[in-house]
């Protein structure tokens, strides 16, 4: 009997220990086999990290740690302006930075960039969103000249100006492809329900500044909104009356004058008469 016991478990051990050993092989196979598609995988796609966006972000948010996360990414396709590490994003700890703000609307996973948020402790007001060399400009506009309130900021306008030239009505364009950045005091692009403004600021160079202001001055301003893809220019538009009514102008014509001349002994005069009906 106790041999028979005995059998069995030295059969149990030597089962035991061969189904181990295959299993360990068959790991080590495995390991092997990962090991071989990651070492294939880094020579093909060199990744790296960088900091995406983890939950929507509404403009004028401040930004927090939850709000964003990191992950590998293809390094070729990384934007240049894209954030690598959180300590970009909020600063090292131990400096204690003022938070940064949300200027734009974002979705989750996407690439959270510099000219995407504030620098750090800035607000999301306007002067954060003026590019270098850029001024902010408030032009005066109303239900029919913004468009019937469909204008938000982020939309790209032309300008067009009706006034008096050479005694007569003209409308030209004189800038085409400027950006909104406020409707009124407001400059969240999140704003999508139409909305009857007083005002409309633009960022423009300083001289599109002092044409705009003679512009505003001297005529009546109309703003025209353009496609979100319409990036092109529109190239020169000057319109008259004349134009609008298919036709040239024609010349005054001459008012006949009628004259006699009277003898008194030798001097001669002319004297203008009433020009007899036709």
Same mark, same amino acid.
């Given at each position: 009997m106790r041999l028979v016991f005995l059998l069995v478990l030295v059969v149990g051990i030597l089962i035991a220990g061969f189904a181990g050993y295959t299993a360990m092989k068959q790991f080590s196979n495995y390991d092997s086999e990962i090991s071989k598609l990651r070492k294939l995988a880094a020579k093909n796609v060199k990744t790296?990290?960088?900091?995406?966006?983890?939950k929507p972000l509404s403009f004028g948010k401040v930004l927090k740690e939850s709000d964003v996360k990191i992950v590998r990414f293809p390094v070729k396709a990384i934007p240049k302006n894209a954030f690598r590490s959180m300590e970009e994003v909020f600063g090292k700890k131990e400096d204690d930075k003022p938070p940064r703000a949300v200027l734009r609307i974002m979705e989750p996973l996407e690439v959270l960039s510099k000219s995407k948020?504030?620098?750090?402790?800035?607000?999301?007001?306007?002067?954060?969103? =003026?590019?270098?060399?850029?001024?902010?400009? /408030?032009?005066?506009?109303?239900?029919?000249?913004?468009?019937?309130?469909?204008?938000?900021?982020?939309?790209?306008?032309?300008v067009f100006w009706t006034g008096r030239v050479a005694k007569q009505t003209i409308t030209r364009l004189i800038l085409d492809g400027i950006q909104l950045v406020a409707i009124d005091q407001i400059s969240d692009e999140d704003r999508n329900r139409p909305y009857v403004a007083r005002t409309v600021t633009v960022a423009v160079t300083p001289q599109v500044v002092a044409a705009l202001a003679q512009a505003q001055a001297t005529g009546k301003l109309? =703003?025209? =909104?353009?496609? /979100?893809?319409? /990036?092109?220019?529109s190239g020169q538009i000057n319109f008259t009356q004349n134009d609008l009514l298919g036709r040239e102008?024609?010349? *005054?014509?001459?008012? *006949?004058v009628c004259t006699i001349k009277s003898r008194?002994?030798?001097?001669?005069? /002319?004297?203008?008469?009433?020009?007899? *009906?036709?």
């Open positions: 790296g990290n960088v900091v995406i966006v983890a948020v504030s620098e750090f402790g800035e607000d999301a007001g306007i002067a954060s969103r =003026l590019g270098k060399g850029k001024r902010a400009f /408030t032009l005066k506009v109303d239900v029919a000249s913004c468009v019937s309130g469909f204008l938000r900021p982020g939309n790209t306008i032309d109309q =703003l025209s =909104l353009r496609g /979100t893809d319409d /990036t092109g220019s102008v024609v010349a *005054k014509k001459k008012r *006949k008194k002994g030798a001097e001669v005069k /002319t004297i203008e008469i009433p020009c007899p *009906k036709e």
